[in-house]
């Protein structure tokens, strides 16, 4: 019988606060769960449900018989006391049990006076403990903890190094690889990619699509929910909700739901405004009383159409930036050094005015070192870097807690930048960045990684520049955020150069890329999905059994004329010619499902008219009549979600 976990009836409450509300899941080996919700939702206290470690208030949980469920929390685990290899080699620990139940079996089978169904059974079992093992990986351990440490970015070396000597963001990648290797029946990730660089996440995606396992992930990654997600469970006013589809056909779908939410929820408004005129001015009318009074059981037993708050959206522009020549930078054999460590070796590079650079290359390859010399913040090093006309420069700093005053408050930490003129208005644009009420007065030491981020971006707005250097901008901000930050970064109008470990932001953002490996910097003139399509083109002519000659890695389209030149002018033209079919059809049932959702909700309501509800006949037609607009809005969805698959898969 196949691994499970089930959760029936799951009811969680903090306070008078519900979390969860009536949760029904189901998680066997074959899922793959992107587990969805706005921040402060409880995604972390259900997956601490899910495996045990907090229990519900109300409702089930059960799991089959001997299943394992691993669970990596967010943050907060540290290791010391052992070696890396030590420390991992833990996740065999449970293999341990199943070697001394296999001997115990053995011995047993050894006994002479066994009845030949005594004998049957133990033999059975000993055979399943066998099977256990070897398919836990036990006898080739040694391959596979090498295989996963390299993956996730730890070096040959690392591996007798005692793991307290590992900083926070290495502590987490050791805690991933002990539990991937654990090989649990069920694998729980919080923010799994949190602090992996881009590498790191490509071979976790690669690792997890071939997981025999199920998996349920919250992550702030896009791209890796897509890549390793079939399904989004999502957390919304405490209630589960399963959306089928990868990752952003989840988004389409619910984008579409939220924006009936607010039609709805105006309507409601209207309604009651309406009921709540007619009760003011008849309540005590002698002829209009009882009418008063059966609106006002009407609007008692109204279920009321709440917004909820994460509709609430941060919008910001950047100023527009002052002018500057063609010319923005040039920088000439620049290299940087730690002792008798070189991080940066003769860097040439030439940027201009508009050009939207991305820094790309594995941790430690001097991507920040050079943002830093970019910036100006760091004039220790050799070369020349030569500023062109009237260049401003606007630093983001991944290390937020050294760019803001701890013991300044949020309002103080904007006074204190602020130009004169733009000092009454920092309440409103505090506001606009979330920071409402009290929020203002918050000391910069209390803030958590999101909002220290949205405060560093509001203070790169009080004074318009015209090239932005932004290291990881995109840290501790959830996957809203990041979009309103996308969309804000792609209409700024002056130089951009960052680093960021989203691929999703990273390719809709770069228009070039600087790969920076130790003692080397190589310059690609496309956007992102060229580089990578660069990239394994020339690891396939190095070892050309990798791939086919001409074949496209999957996922790595070259987006410019060279890598178009390698699809043949038919199979473009018949690609281009599905994808229109696609959106139209997409269009097409969008406009359906809208129009079928507005009858049903009309239906809804036709059915809550007392002359409706009170007369059989009608109550009877009505309910019909949304049983088949329920049926229609089904049927429409599922040829909706198979035809944003399919286009998803195209594009």
């Excluded at 115990?104 to 004998?119: G, Q, T």
């Excluded at 992550?219 to 929910?225: A, G, K, P, Q, V």
């Excluded at 809804?604 to 059989?616: F, I, K, T």
Aim: glycine share 6%; charged share 30%.
């Amino acid at each position: 019988m196949s691994a499970f976990v089930q959760l029936s009836g799951i009811s969680l409450a903090f306070g008078n606060r519900d979390i969860l509300k009536n949760i029904h899941l189901n998680l066997s080996h074959a899922s793959r769960v992107a587990l969805a919700g706005a921040n402060g939702s409880g995604k972390t206290t259900f997956m601490k449900v899910i495996c045990g470690e907090v229990e519900a208030d109300g409702g089930d949980r059960s799991q089959s018989r001997n299943a394992r469920i691993g669970y990596l929390p967010q943050s907060g685990l540290r290791f010391r006391d052992r070696s890396l290899r030590e420390e991992v080699e833990q996740a065999y620990i449970h293999i341990k049990d199943l070697e001394k139940e296999r001997e115990e079996l053995a011995e047993r089978l050894a006994h002479p006076d066994l009845s030949e169904k005594a004998m049957e059974n133990l033999a059975e079992r000993h055979h399943e403990v066998q099977e256990q093992i070897t398919a836990s990986g036990y006898y080739e351990r040694e391959a596979m903890i090498y295989r996963v440490l390299l993956g996730l970015g730890f070096q040959a070396e690392d591996l007798e190094r005692e793991t307290s000597t590992f900083s926070g963001g290495w502590q987490m990648r050791i805690a991933l690889a002990r539990i991937l290797l654990e090989m649990p029946d069920i694998l729980l990730l919080d923010e799994p990619t949190n602090y992996l660089d881009l590498e790191a996440r490509d071979w976790l995606e690669e690792f997890l699509q071939k997981f025999p396992g199920g998996v349920l992930v919250v992550s702030h990654d896009r791209y890796f929910l897509d890549q390793v997600t079939k399904e989004t469970a999502e957390l919304f006013q405490g209630s589960l909700k399963i959306y089928k589809g990868n990752y952003s056909a989840y988004e389409a779908r619910r984008k579409m739901e939220l924006e009936q939410l607010e039609a709805a929820w105006k309507l409601q408004q209207e309604e009651i405004a309406r009921l709540e005129d007619f009760i003011r001015r008849f309540r005590y009318s002698a002829t209009k009383a009882a009418q008063a009074q059966s609106r006002v059981k009407m609007l008692e037993k109204m279920e009321r159409i709440e917004l909820p708050t994460s509709m609430q959206r941060m919008h910001f522009h950047f100023p527009p930036p002052p002018h500057s020549g063609r010319k923005v930078m040039s920088l000439e054999a620049v290299g940087k050094s730690y002792g008798d460590h070189q991080v940066l070796k003769d860097i040439n590079l030439e940027i201009t005015k508009g050009d939207r650079l991305n820094l790309a290359g594995v941790n430690g390859a001097g991507k920040s070192t050079l943002m830093r010399i970019i910036s100006g913040q760091d004039k220790d090093f050799t070369g020349k870097l030569r500023l062109g006309t009237d260049v401003k420069i606007g630093y983001f700093s991944q290390d937020q807690e050294l760019v803001l005053d701890p013991n300044k408050s949020v309002l103080e930490t904007l006074e204190a930048d602020a130009p004169t003129e733009l000092i009454p208005k920092l309440r409103g644009m505090l506001g606009s960045f979330l920071f409402s009420d009290d929020d203002i007065y918050k000391k910069c030491a209390v803030l958590s990684g999101g909002e220290k981020n949205r405060l560093a971006l509001l203070k790169l707005l009080l004074e318009p520049v015209n090239l932005l250097v932004m290291d990881e901008p995109t840290n501790h901000l959830d996957l809203a955020s990041k979009d309103v930050l996308l969309d804000a970064m792609k209409g700024y109008e002056g130089t951009l150069i960052f680093v960021s470990h989203d691929r999703y932001f990273i390719e809709q953002l770069a228009a070039s890329v600087m790969e920076l490996t130790p003692g080397k910097a190589e310059y690609f003139d496309g956007d992102y999905a060229y580089y990578r399509w660069k990239k394994e083109s020339t690891a396939q002519q190095d070892n050309p059994a990798k791939a086919a000659p001409g074949e496209v890695p999957q996922g790595s389209k070259p987006s410019n004329n060279e890598g178009a030149a390698k699809l043949s002018r038919e199979e473009e033209k018949r690609r281009k010619a599905e994808v229109r079919r696609l959106e139209r059809l997409e269009a097409q049932l969008t406009e359906d499902l809208e129009a079928c959702e507005a009858d049903l909700l009309k239906a809804q309501e036709e059915l809550g008219l007392p002359e409706v509800y009170s007369d059989a006949e009608k109550a009877k037609a009505v309910s019909q009549k949304i049983s088949v607009l329920e049926e229609r809005q089904n049927e429409i969805s599922e040829a909706w979600e198979k035809a944003a698959e399919e286009l998803t898969a195209l594009i």
